[in-house]
């Protein structure tokens, strides 16, 4: 089987990904086709109590993820041996099958999959579906990439995430909570951040400026000229570059670089939703596991940031306007 990466949903780009393959030994992509390639890939019969019950959601979403693994867009990849496991880092990735001329998602699945005595696999229906809902948006993305930026609500919405998530990681971290001005800035920051480096939106700059202040509530026209300026100055490619340019907001920050932050991501967001930190596909799997409040991928006890967004009961269905 040939198959190549492909990472125009810029997971390429991704400096956690990048430090995630430069701190494992060998190549952690190559073990990943590695595994593709010698690993038991799984069928519905392997799993059949969790993909029945699953086939008889009348939930939409639902139902195009199971559709994708039917027809092959999306392969469960089952490897026994925990030392070859990939599946904590990256829980799925996408490859461009030359053989198909088609995008598959492959699933890491060993973390995931219960054996019982007699041999028989089995995977909790919850962390299965949100798995295949994450592949699927995953693969789409590589050809609907446009669908995405295009869209003004999942814009709003994920950037709203994004802030949420980072500004709760940096409260829990450093107890800025109480500086109402630094966490203004550091949010505009966020904002603008993701907007530019991990959604890549189209909009003109001065709609991107609009985007990234609807929150204020203690910054004033002197200090937003200020923010802006160091934000244009500093230009952060990288969420490390990120990270640095919120430092000097609070003495409390001092120590924040990008390990103590992805080490207080990891904690408190769990291993599997590490890369969600700068990659859109992967925070929107978080976003959808932590919507589900499913067990085992994400911490339950932060499914309240995603639960009190505006507008996220309306996520599944612009999702399927994107995969369509």
């Not at 701190?23 to 029945?52: F, R, V, W």
């Not at 904002?191 to 909009?203: A, D, V």
């Not at 120590?255 to 967001?269: P, Q, V």
């Not at 769990?270 to 596909?281: G, M, Q």
């Amino acid at each position: 089987m040939s198959i190549q990466g492909f990472n125009e949903s810029v997971l390429s780009d991704s400096e956690i990904f990048q430090t995630l393959s430069s701190s494992n030994e060998g190549n952690p992509i190559a073990s990943a086709i590695k595994l593709i390639q010698t690993s038991k890939h799984l069928t519905n019969e392997d799993i059949e109590a969790s993909y029945l019950t699953l086939r008889a959601s009348q939930d939409r979403l639902d139902n195009a993820a199971l559709k994708a693994f039917d027809s092959g867009d999306i392969v469960l990849v089952y490897n026994d041996v925990p030392s070859l496991s990939v599946t904590q880092a990256f829980p799925f990735l996408v490859f461009k099958s030359q053989s198909k001329n088609k995008f598959i998602s492959y699933v890491f699945m060993d973390k995931y999959v219960r054996r019982s005595r007699e041999g028989a696999l089995s995977v909790p229906t919850p962390i299965l579906r949100d798995l295949l809902i994450g592949a699927l948006i995953a693969n789409k993305l590589k050809t609907n990439y446009n669908k995405l930026v295009g869209s003004q609500f999942m814009q709003n919405l994920m950037m709203n995430i994004y802030r949420r998530c980072v500004s709760r990681i940096l409260m829990r971290l450093f107890s800025i909570g109480i500086e109402k001005v630094t966490v203004d800035a550091s949010e505009y920051y966020m904002n603008k951040f993701f907007l530019l480096r991990i959604f890549g939106s189209t909009e003109p700059p001065e709609n991107i400026e609009v985007a990234a202040t609807k929150h204020f509530r203690y910054v004033d026209e002197i200090k937003l000229a200020e923010l802006r300026k160091a934000y244009d100055t500093a230009n952060p490619e990288k969420i490390s570059d990120l990270l640095a340019l919120i430092k000097p907001l609070s003495d409390k920050m001092r120590i924040l670089d990008l390990g103590t932050f992805s080490d207080g991501w990891m904690k408190y967001f769990y291993i599997p939703l590490l890369l969600a930190i700068d990659n859109i596909e992967y925070l929107i799997f978080m976003t959808i596991t932590l919507f589900h409040s499913t067990p085992g991928i994400s911490n339950v006890a932060a499914s309240e940031l995603i639960r009190e967004v505006k507008s996220i009961l309306k996520i599944k269905e612009e999702l399927l306007k994107i995969i369509e």
